[in-house]
């Protein structure tokens, strides 16, 4: 299984960005679908998940200004970031599991300047 993060640039803070998770598998296969992000000299923390396609968590700091989502039909999982803010700054990565396996995709490199 692969997945491919894309999506990432540099943008001005409240700006926004839509970040795409291509997987080899079936979308639909995973049950669940989760983006995490690292700044640099900083623990990766999670950002938000799927585990269907209405069960949505996010993070506090993400809550109301982000959306996670997922297109079973074209392998897809997204995520709409708004109003970004300099501390949005960070490598994503997303994430699936099924059956007790857990994938990592690439990361995708997220700028925010104020």
């Known amino acids: 299984v692969q997945l491919q993060a894309s999506g990432g640039g540099s943008v001005q803070a409240g700006g926004s960005l839509r970040l795409s998770c291509a997987s080899s598998?079936?979308?639909?296969?995973?049950?669940?679908v989760a983006w995490y992000r690292q700044a640099q000299g900083k623990e990766r923390e999670f950002v938000a998940s799927?585990?269907?396609?209405?069960?949505?968590k996010y993070a506090d700091s993400v809550e109301g200004r982000s959306t996670i989502s997922r297109d079973n039909e074209k392998n897809t999982a997204y995520l709409q970031m708004n109003s970004l803010k300099p501390e949005d700054t960070g490598v994503y990565y997303c994430?699936?599991?099924?059956?007790?396996?857990?994938?990592w995709g690439q990361g995708t490199q997220v700028t925010v300047s104020s």
């Open positions: 994430t699936a599991g099924r059956r007790g396996d857990v994938y």
């Open positions: 598998a079936s979308m639909s296969s995973f049950n669940w």
């Open positions: 799927i585990a269907s396609l209405t069960s949505t």
